[in-house]
Each structure stands twice: as C-alpha cells, then as structure tokens.
C-alpha cells in the first residue's frame, strides 16, 4: 500500500474520552505517553505534564525546544488553589533600540506587532535587517531572548512534583538518543520550515540548524527515525543539574559565546540572573465559570476582555450570523486594547485588573451593534480601577494546563552548536519605536502570545483547557469556552466546531466547513471574509474536565497529530 497520511478526504469524528485515575492530552502521542508513565510511576499531574512538556521538544521540535518560553497554570487540589508560572524570557541587557538599527543586516524578515492577529510572518516583511525594514528582525539572534522553558521544568518538578527531575525527563532524553518515527503532520511542517528556511535563513550563523534538522539535506518524511543526541545530552545535563547547567553552566557559556561570534547581545548575567515567576492568575466570570488566565505580559487578557464583553449578550445558538458578528466584533475590541496595552508588566501604562474589570467589559460592548455591519475599533483607556499546548489531570484532584513555545515554528533559526538548543525569537513582536508601550528595551518581557486556560466553578477545578497557534490563541480560548458554555458541546466537539480567525481590520479567515450561508451573511454585513484551505493557521487545542462525580472526560485536536493518553 502506497498512501499518503497527511490527505485527508474524508471527515473524522472522535469521541471525548473518559477515565478515571489519570489523563494527559498532548499534540503527539509520545509525549501523552511520556505523561501516563510518569502518573502510573506514583507521579502527579505537574510530573505528567513536565514530562511531556519535556518529550515535545523533541517529538515536536517545528513548534517548540529547549530554548523555548513556557507559561502554567496549576491546580492543587489539597490546597484548593490554582498557581500561575510566567517563564518567558528577557531581552539582554546590552540590547537597546539604537543597536539593532546599528546593525544592517544581523538577520533576514521583519516583525511588528501593528493591529493584526495573524501570526508574525503574515505580518512579516522579507527584507534584509532591522536597519533596513525599521522592524525587528524575525531571524537571527538579535531576535533571541533568555529562555524560560527549562527553568520553568525546575520550578514545577521542584515545588510540586512527586518525582525527580532526572525521572520525570527520562523519557524525552530516551526519544531524543534512541529515536522516534516523525508523524504525519509533524512531518509537513518540518518541510514547510525547510523551504521557508532555506530561502530566509542563510549564513554562518544558521548553519547550526541545519546540522541539527537537517543532516540530510532534507526535513525527515512521514515514518522516518528522527534521532537528536545533542539534544539528548543537554536534556540530561539540564535534569541532572535542576536546570542550573542550562543558566550558568557550560550550555550558558556555549549560548553566550555564539551569541558574541555571530551578532547577538547575551552575556552570562542574562542566563544567571534569570529566574521564572510565579505569578496570581487573573480572571473572568463568564455565566458562572470562572476563566482563568496568566496576566501580562501573556496576551490571555485578550481573550478575558473578549468574554467581558460577550458575557453582556445572549446566544441562543452557534449556528448564527448573528453568534459569530457578536464574537466576531468583541475580538476586535479585545485586540485593539490588548495590542495598544500589553508588554512586560512594569512597563505597562495601564492594570491589567482595569482591562477586564465588568463595567469596562459593558461599555465597550456598548459599541456594538446587534444586527448592525462590521466595524472598525481603536483602543481605548480603561477609567481607574509555532506553541505546543497540553494539559494534565491525577486521581489526587491536580490538574495542569502548560503551554511552550520557540513562537515561529523552529524559532529563530539558530541552534547553539553542539547542543540543539533551537532559540525561540520571542524579541521579533518589540516595537522599535521608542513611544510604544512594547518598545525593545534591556531586560524587558515583549507582548507574549502563549497562553494556558483554566476553568474554575464554584472555586473548585473545573478543568484545564487552551489552543495554541500565536495571535490565534486568545481567540481560540473564547470559542472553546463559548462552545462549553454557551452551546453545551462536549469537550471533543468543543475543540472540532470550525474554527475563524481575526486578521486585521475588518478581515476573518474561516475554515473550509464554516457553514457557507453563513459566512454569505456575514459578508453581506461588512465582514470580510477568507476560506482558508488549511487548517493549520486555526491552531491545535486540549481540554480535560472533571465532572462533579469525579470522573474525568478530554478532548484533543484533530488537526494534528493530538493524543489523549489515560487510565
């Protein structure tokens, strides 16, 4: 038999799936295995879910690595209480506006972060550096900043986990040394980064990565054995040490060393003085869930303000121009103030407890008209007042909801050498103008795109759930929770329903099965209107819900290579 296993003509229905002792749902299989072991070892959810976390960067390495940012929700159920980690990197603190445009040519592509939703490399512009395009650059190490991935695996293990670090990565260093067929989806986007790579990403300083992702000249097919044991050896020098090898160890001296030769700003303090923070998740009540987010720098509040503001109508069905032009209105109020506001908390002009506070949520959605055309919307001053996701639930009540992320795909197309740490270019969303509240400056936190969900109700776990995807996610987050709330789906249809997506102005990208007529409606209003042939610009999703009996129920992502493993 000769097929082809990303072609896919006909439509797939999945069940959500229940169990009772343990469950952990990831976008590959592998590392939703790596999470079952940790459990069925007498490990709890924060295990499960730094196992896989751990796992994904090397199973899923087009989306996420170990220079990757993470962000995490948790619920410890003993406690009653849900913990927030924000552990998305800086800038060095030897960067600064003036340099970067200093310094024509340190990197290919632009970024800036200008009042769309697409992902950056829609708003990219392939020119040559930050000098030339007045932009940021997307590739390259002046758009690194510090990591936060592995520090966040320390943190979680070592302030709740059952098991130890070494054990809990055990399983992503034997899949990183002993290799692992590539699955149909990752597959595609692998060869989709070459491509792009190949035309974007030229000179010494990429050539690291296509040693590392490319050995033989090619992204691997659908089936092939992908091994990476120079990622091996920094997975367990980073467990062997609690994270301390990859900040001020020898791996930090070997990112600071290439940082120096090919351009960068890191010196070793960067890595040093970093440190993950535990952080108060904020919050809305939308029809008696509480919605639960990280707050800024994390872009979660966007999807906060959006739920503010629909919490103020009444759905009676999904199917409905109507439903969607609600929705559809409230995101594009939601990003005008979250792109004008958001960017490293102490620098924020605004609180964000002001951005989400229930009257603002009501005069903003005071500017919506019901039954009315499509509009354009600008920020307003409230008054004084490529990701991986996945989630994790144990048979004590914890619950995690994790997300990490290297942003564009592989990130910033550099790998330190020898040790396949593929650097996420987080700094590509900075504005260069100094007047923005998301401006580049030392040691800062830029405007971030992932974003884990968490459901509470009544104060008690309700679940975790989240969509990755960049610009996309705060958007996912509020069709998944008005798809359980509002529309009573399970929590597999929850993540199957069509998905659209805000661009810019008044332009939306739907799927190929958005119901058409509505979509014609919908135009007829004023909404613009793409059918995107692909899904892969709406993201991939996981949810788990645990019912009031006890019993645990999950949905995963059907647009990708998404598993739920459990027991």
Not at 175 to 183: D, F, I, L, Q, R
Not at 223 to 244: F, K, Y
Not at 281 to 296: A, F, H, L, M, T
Not at 317 to 327: G, K, N, V, Y
Request: charged residues 20%; glycine residues 10%; contains cysteine.
């Amino acid at each position: 038999m000769n097929f082809d296993p990303t072609y896919l003509p006909y439509a797939s229905a999945r069940y959500p799936i229940y169990a009772q002792h343990g469950m952990v749902a990831a976008s590959s299989p592998q590392a939703s295995a790596a999470g079952l072991e940790m459990l069925r070892r007498g490990g709890n959810a924060i295990d499960a879910a730094v196992a896989a976390a751990t796992t994904l960067t090397v199973v899923e390495p087009t989306a996420n690595g170990i220079g990757s940012d993470a962000f995490a929700l948790v619920w410890i159920e003993k406690e009653r209480r849900l913990y927030g980690l924000n552990a998305s990197g800086w800038t060095p603190r030897d960067i600064s506006i003036e340099k970067v445009l200093a310094a024509p040519g340190s990197a290919t592509g632009g970024s800036e972060m200008t009042g769309g939703a697409r992902g950056a490399e829609a708003r990219s512009t392939e020119a040559s550096g930050a000098a030339q395009s007045g932009k940021m650059p997307t590739y390259g190490w002046v758009s690194t900043m510090v990591p936060g991935a592995p520090k966040a695996w320390a943190a979680l293990v070592a302030r709740f986990g059952a098991l130890s670090l070494s054990e809990v990565m055990a399983p992503a260093i034997d899949y990183a040394e002993n290799g692992y067929p590539a699955s149909p989806n990752l597959a595609r986007m692998w060869q989709r980064a070459f491509e792009k790579y190949r035309k974007t990403c030229v000179g010494p300083a990429f050539e690291e990565w296509y040693r590392t992702f490319a050995p033989e000249g090619r992204a691997p097919a659908a089936g092939e054995t992908v091994r990476l044991p120079n990622h091996a050896r920094t997975l367990r020098a980073i467990a062997e040490s609690s994270a301390d090898a990859f900040y001020r160890g020898e791996l930090a001296d070997r990112i600071v060393a290439d940082s120096r030769e090919f351009g960068g700003f890191f010196c070793k303090e960067d890595f040093a003085e970093y440190e993950a923070g535990w952080v108060e998740p904020i919050s809305v009540n939308y029809r008696g869930y509480d919605i639960c987010e990280i707050p800024p720098n994390g872009q979660g509040i966007v999807a906060l303000m959006a739920l503010n503001i629909l919490k103020e109508f009444e759905f009676t069905t999904r199917e409905s121009p109507e439903t969607f032009h609600l929705q559809w209105e409230a995101m594009k109020i939601a990003f005008a103030d979250g792109l004008a506001h958001v960017t490293d908390p102490a620098a924020m002009r605004v609180a964000a407890a002001d951005l989400i506070q229930p009257g603002y949520g009501s005069l903003r959605a005071r500017e919506i008209e019901p039954g009315g055309p499509a509009r354009l919307y600008t920020a307003k001053t409230p008054p004084k007042s490529g990701t991986v996701y996945l989630c994790t639930a144990d048979s004590e009540g914890n619950m995690v909801s994790y997300i990490q992320s290297n942003y564009m795909g592989f990130g910033s197309g550099v790998v330190v050498r020898g040790t396949g740490i593929s650097l996420q270019n987080r700094g590509a969303d900075f504005s260069l103008d100094p007047a923005h509240p998301n401006c580049l400056a030392p040691r800062k936190k830029t405007y971030h795109t992932i974003i884990p969900g968490f459901i509470l109700k009544d104060g008690r776990a309700f679940g975790p759930f989240g969509v990755m995807g960049g610009y996309m996610q705060p958007q996912g987050h509020v069709q998944t929770v008005t798809n359980l709330v509002d529309f009573h789906l399970n929590p597999q249809q929850a993540l199957d329903a069509p998905r659209w997506q805000w661009i810019l102005g008044k332009k939306f990208m739907v799927e190929r099965a958005f119901p058409a007529e509505i979509a014609e409606a919908l135009t007829r209003r004023g909404h613009e209107i793409e059918v995107s042939p692909d899904s892969t610009p709406f993201g991939r999703g996981q949810i788990i819900l645990r019912l009031p009996n006890g019993t645990l129920v999950g949905g995963t992502e059907g647009r990708t290579d998404s598993n739920i493993a459990c027991y």
